[in-house]
């Protein structure tokens, strides 16, 4: 059974930092692109961050510089480091996972979803 479950959502002020993580099972995570994406309330999901099997990164214009993508396939793990965070940041942010490689900093066709976690920057 594929799956895959975000942790490490929360709520911080500006300028704060969380590390989000994305633990995958049912799948050989180095075969994978893994994306993050994120929705605020009454807005569009849009792509944040892309790390592939390889390790190669990309990132929306917005954040780069202030979040870092990595991941350890044997742990089947894929982190999200997010500072300097901004209000802006605010949403549910979901990883997704395509075969293959990053197309970009957004994925296309995400074969599979987690649930998604919650992460609040106000002050």
């Known amino acids: 059974q594929v799956q895959l479950v975000e942790s490490g959502g929360g709520a911080v002020q500006p300028g704060g930092s969380l590390r989000l993580s994305c633990v995958v099972s049912?799948?050989?995570?180095?075969?994978?692109?893994i994306g993050w994406f994120r929705q605020a309330p009454g807005k569009e999901q849009e792509g944040v961050a892309c790390i592939d099997g390889s390790g190669s990164t990309y990132y929306k214009e917005s954040v780069k510089g202030r979040f870092t993508n990595s991941r350890d396939n044997a742990k089947e793990t894929v982190w999200l480091q997010m500072n300097n965070l901004k209000p802006e940041d605010t949403g549910i942010y979901y990883c997704?996972?395509?075969?293959?490689?990053?197309?970009?900093?957004?994925?296309?066709?995400?074969?599979?979803w987690g649930q998604g976690t919650q992460v609040t920057v106000s002050s």
């Open positions: 997704a996972a395509e075969y293959g490689i990053c197309p970009g900093y957004k994925l296309v066709r995400a074969d599979y």
């Open positions: 049912g799948f050989t995570l180095e075969h994978y692109a």
